[in-house]
């Protein structure tokens, strides 16, 4: 099989938080196993170091998303790994300020809003990761991009609700944090409104740092979302926009902006001004100049590699979606059929 190939598998469970996350978790018990724990990255997240901050953020996450936490606890079981430490790399981005979570994102406004992604993640996870296909008891319904051993809601998705989004990291340093990025992440899947998906992410935003585009279905906005540090900043999208991996709006001074990051951000701004180039040939883009928007090198400088893209089109009545696991050719999963 060719280096290059990357399947992406489709998950479809049901149940309380406790199994969605178990079934998760033995999805990608293997990857977790060949490749996660015994990365340096997993040895600095889960280190003695960090365990007071990781209690703290257990127990916010306990108290105020328990339903998130019974996730958490399904997936250390289904991976086979010790809860603490599954906690904490659900934690990495709280815990550290720059960690291997990439990512670009093209925003276009319009009366059929688009919203395309590329995700970009560690690159022995290729042909690991998966589509989650949830339906949780008493919760949302949702579908979403999982890379073995973290919860949904911090790459793309999107839930029955019609509700979109596209998620990237950002490096925010000095912080303090009292819940993790990822649990928010996953509350925007649970929300009905985008206006209560806003509303989680900025009524306490006492994590690490995440960008987030959102969109719903029957609403005509728009948004980019930064949060983190304690603070958060929503912006609407009035034309084509684009967004790497540091904040644009949140006034996020001494934030860590990595080379990859900034030449991602100065050609995908160059690039969505050009009316003929559609959102797919932005974020396969190679030409530079400086680091690309499509990763693929295996020495990346930030650790990352392309892992998937995706496309919504987000409608009044809507939303339509393609999923590409490789860097040309067709769609993986498409909305007009899903697997079974």
């Known amino acids: ?26 999805q990608g018990r ?52 010790p ?26 406004p319009g009366n059929v809003i688009r919203v395309s992604h590329n995700e970009d993640g560690l690159p022995f996870f290729r042909g690991d990761c998966f589509i989650l296909d949830a339906k949780p008891q008493a919760s949302m319904g949702f579908r979403a991009f999982c890379y073995p051993g973290s919860v949904a809601g911090h790459t793309f998705g999107w ?16 912080l303090t944090p009292t819940i993790p990025r990822m649990v928010l ?20 935003p006492q994590s690490g740092g995440f960008h987030m585009t959102l969109a719903q279905a029957g609403n005509p ?32 001074e001494g934030q860590i902006i990595t080379q990859s990051s900034a030449d991602r951000q100065t050609t995908v701004e160059r690039l969505v001004k050009q009316d003929k180039l559609i959102d797919l040939d932005i974020l396969r883009d190679t030409s530079g100049p400086g680091l ?4 693929d090198a295996p020495d990346d400088p930030d650790h990352e590699n392309t892992l998937a893209t995706c496309q919504f ?21 498409h909305s007009e059929q899903e697997p079974a």
């Open 159 to 174: 839930n029955d609700a019609g509700l979109v989004q596209a998620v990237n990291n950002l490096r925010l340093r000095d």
């Open 30 to 81: 293997a990857a977790v196993h060949a490749h996660l724990i015994r990365s340096d990255i997993w040895s600095k997240i889960t280190g003695a170091d960090h365990a007071g901050t990781v209690s703290r953020l257990m127990e916010s996450t306990k108290n105020r998303f328990p339903e998130f936490y019974e996730e958490l606890r399904g997936l250390a079981q289904g991976l086979d790994v």
């Open 221 to 252: 906005q728009l948004l980019s979302v930064e949060y983190g540090g304690g603070k958060a900043s929503v912006r609407g999208i009035e034309v084509r926009s684009g967004h790497a991996n540091h904040a644009l709006h949140l006034g996020a």
């Open 83 to 108: 809860f603490q430490d599954v906690f904490a790399w659900n934690c990495r981005g709280d815990i550290l300020a720059s960690v291997p979570d990439g990512c670009t994102t093209i925003q276009s």
């Open 313 to 333: 089109s987000v409608s009044k009545t809507g939303v339509e979606w393609g999923i590409y696991g490789e860097k040309d050719g067709p769609a993986a999963y």
């Open 185 to 204: 992440g996953r509350a925007v899947l649970a929300s009905a409104t985008l206006q209560g998906a806003v509303k989680t992410l900025t009524d306490d």
């Open 292 to 295: 690309p928007i499509r990763r």
């Open 1 to 26: 099989m060719s280096s290059n190939k990357n399947p992406i598998e489709w998950l479809a469970v049901s149940g309380t938080p406790f199994d969605v996350g178990q079934a998760m978790g033995a």
